[in-house]
């Protein structure tokens, strides 16, 4: 099992344990785990409504590729730590990160 911490926007934590070999990304584990997240493109990476700030993990999932970059940009509150739950696939090495969730609710 994977567990990642979520920091509501609240400041309150709670694991989220996710399967190894699930194929899913950060945006939809977030919404399985019934966390408040809008998500309003599916996944597209076009709306920026599931923003999270990486707070714990390895050092490559705090680098979006440019097409992320470029709507993070549009983001007032948006950081050199944001990135979008629709882009971070689960992997084995997210084991024991934290995010805490940025977008509307």
């Keep these: 099992m994977i567990t990642l911490i979520i920091e509501d926007r609240n400041g309150h934590r709670e694991p989220v344990e996710i399967p190894e070999d699930i194929n899913l990304s950060l945006m939809e584990v977030l919404k399985a785990a019934d966390h408040?997240?809008?998500?309003?493109c599916g996944?597209?990476?076009?709306c920026a409504t599931c923003h999270?700030?990486?707070?714990?993990g390895p050092e490559g999932y705090f680098h979006p590729?440019?097409?992320?970059?470029?709507l993070l940009d549009t983001l007032?509150?948006?950081?050199?730590?944001?990135?979008?739950?629709?882009?971070?696939?689960?992997?084995?090495?997210?084991?024991?990160?934290?995010?805490?969730?940025?977008?509307?609710?």
């Design 36 to 40: 408040h997240i809008l998500a309003t």
């Design 43 to 46: 996944g597209m990476a076009l």
């Design 76 to 105: 007032p509150d948006a950081g050199p730590d944001s990135r979008l739950a629709c882009q971070l696939r689960i992997r084995k090495d997210m084991n024991g990160m934290v995010f805490r969730i940025r977008g509307e609710e």
């Design 65 to 70: 590729s440019d097409a992320e970059l470029d």
């Design 52 to 56: 999270v700030q990486v707070l714990e």
